[in-house]
């Protein structure tokens, strides 16, 4: 039987690995999709970022791939391994096999090889969704803002945790089929607005913005945000709940 996993290579000689990796140039007429094969010699800790710098810094420069801060905190490096969104720089070459395929996320707008452009989808929806705390009360700026409750902040602190990267639109079915659908992340900052004793918002303001198909009455429960989400938020548990307390305003409007 021919194994697909790694092979042990002998001791003391690196494993050679092949990042098969898409390109593509939208911006030069010419360039059509295709696959490129690069050889690397696998190093001890090597995760994905590393590997692609190399191969940029000795291979190809030309190359396009986003990073900034190598600790899975920016989401810049995200992108399609093997076929599941996730993190090159949290994903160990090790855990691999011998051919690695890389491909740039799905839904967003293509700048060139594995760099997409998430951040104009992010601002869009965020402006979409009006994801800022509203209130209207008078701002005293000698006044100190009132003590939040522990498990008020707790709550939003871990739906704050989410870094942008766009995994969650990636992995979701129904943002391939459905232009406007604002995904997980957008119902996230939907449930942690909510939360936020400071937004003064009625659950009939957060219906107008997401009770619909293009929000969460349109997610077909698949849950692929759930499980390549590389924060590991509770995504599926805070749409069911944003589901059932909309649904409640759905049913009292009719």
Avoid at 39 to 46: I, K, S
Avoid at 191 to 220: H, K, N, Q
Avoid at 227 to 253: E, M, S, W
Wanted: some cysteine; hydrophobic content about 40%; glycine content about 8%.
């Amino acid at each position: 039987m021919i194994s697909i996993l790694r092979r042990r290579p002998k001791p003391g000689t690196p494993r050679r690995i092949t990042l098969r990796i898409l390109r593509h140039n939208p911006a030069d007429p010419a360039s059509t999709p295709h696959q490129q094969d690069f050889l690397v010699d696998e190093a001890e800790g090597m995760t994905l970022f590393i590997a692609l710098n190399e191969i940029r810094a000795t291979q190809d420069p030309s190359l396009q791939f986003d990073f900034v801060c190598r600790a899975g905190i920016c989401g810049s490096c995200a992108m399609l391994i093997n076929g599941r969104p996730s993190l090159a720089c949290r994903t160990l070459t090790q855990d691999l096999g011998d051919v690695i395929t890389l491909a740039p996320l799905p839904f967003f707008e293509l700048i060139g090889d594995l760099s997409v452009n998430t951040g104009k989808w992010m601002r869009g929806t965020s402006e979409r969704l009006q994801t800022w705390v509203h209130n209207d009360a008078p701002v005293d700026l000698d006044a100190l803002e009132a003590p939040m409750a522990p498990a008020d902040a707790e709550a939003i602190y871990e739906l704050d945790r989410c870094i942008e990267c766009g995994c969650c639109v990636a992995g979701c079915g129904t943002a391939q089929m459905r232009e406007r659908f604002v995904g997980a992340i957008g119902l996230n900052k939907i449930a942690r607005f909510r939360i936020d004793p400071r937004d003064t918002r009625s659950d009939e303001d957060f219906y107008e913005l997401v009770g619909d198909d293009d929000g969460v009455f349109g997610c077909m429960s698949l849950l692929g945000c759930h499980d390549v989400c590389p924060k590991q938020l509770p995504l599926q548990t805070q749409i069911a709940f944003l589901r059932r307390k909309l649904a409640i305003v759905g049913l009292r409007g009719d």
